[in-house]
């Protein structure tokens, strides 16, 4: 049997002292792990932060797929929550729509489906022949007739085709929200100033995906570059299916496509 | 006033520079920095609007500390469910490196409205390829529990067949009463 030496200089307190601190630090570290707080979620749209974003040379699209949408509400929560919109405007909503054998068609939002849908219509009295959930946002127009009217310059389309307001400079005369073929425009009540989805444009600069993108549970809702050809909207779009706009005769050129929408949806 | 000819033309020209001059000035002043970088609008409002705070993180952000949650939430068919939606933005509760806030936990009937806003069978418009919806109360008729039971009592929130499963296996009815396997937890 070998006898161990003892260790050099190594005192019983200061010993246990060592393995107390280590003890603590470990246990410190397992509690706090390293960089947590500081802590970036992944890139979600690819190739937004590894290199300077080029204003001049972008181009996305947003792909809403009707037939995949349960009218959960999950995006009309986020996005509340991100902008802090203030109680009775949306900046983005669910509508129901229910279709009767006699062709009528009977849509509601109620709260703009962020409270979801929990109660069927009770006021319909016909056999209902289809009912699907359309979820709306803005369309980011390529040719917008909201920044067409804005006699300031408050709204304008970016290099990189984001239909953005400068709140410093809206005066608030609200003629871009009678503009809106798509009403997704609203007066802010506090800041008297004009408000719309902008597709998280400050999450996308970062790498992130739009909030109502990012938490809808059943990938309705797809956003991406179309200068990426790994993207699920390139795919999407260079693929077979059938893809709307809404109001496409008005000659807007919208960005948000709709996958599954019926001719009653506007 | 009598001024020569060459006089007239020289105070014309002398007002109109101070004229355009003073237009100029005025237009200097209310014409703001950036305005016609790229067109008729203030080129640092997309700037301004890119600087916007996030409130949202990502599933990600969340799992970075919960590491227990993340590993049943992953596993189980709710892994596409964002962790902000029931339990409020990131931004709530994590700032500068440290935690600033408690977010709410759903309790009692909370949890099962929550449920219901995705699951509910009256609600015809949902695709039924993309959600399993249940009828309410007749689900619980039909398992056999009190009708006062919320969703959580059998249903792990996180993965709703879990406990399920495990149950199913225990008892060793495993694929008898669901017809499911191992990775829908």
Redesign the interface.
Known sequence: MKIMPPLPDMKKRSFLKKVLNGTIAGSLYLVF?M?????E??E?IPGIRDREYD?MNQDFAFIVDI????????CC??DK???NVPDGNYRTWVE???KGFSDQVYVDAPNGGLD?????RADIREA?RD???VPKLCNMCREAPCVQVCPV???????DGFV?V????CVGCAYCIQACPYSVRYLHPESRVVDKC?WC???V??G??P?CV??C???ARKFGSLKDEDSEVYQILKGPGVLTVLKKDMGTWPALYYKGARREVV | MDLSYKMRLVVLAVGLCILAGSGLLVKGFLVPESFGVYGPYRADAIMEEAALPIRHGTNTSCFSCHAHEANIHQAGLHKTISCEFCHGPYADHVADNKKTGTLPMKTGDEITTLCLRCHNTEIKARPEQVIKTVAMPDHLKDRQVKLSHNCSQCHHVHAPLKHILRADQIMDRAGQANELTEKDI
């Open positions: 792990p960089g947590a707080g500081s802590f979620p992944p979600q204003l037939t995949r949408c349960i009218g959960c509400g999950s929560v986020a929550r991100e902008y129901r729509y229910v979801g849908y929990q109660t069927p209902v009912t699907f959930f310059g408050a709204t304008f389309t970016s290099p953005l400068d709140e410093k400079r902008t444009y400050h999450r600069r970062k992130l995906m909030a990012d938490v549970p059943t990938g």
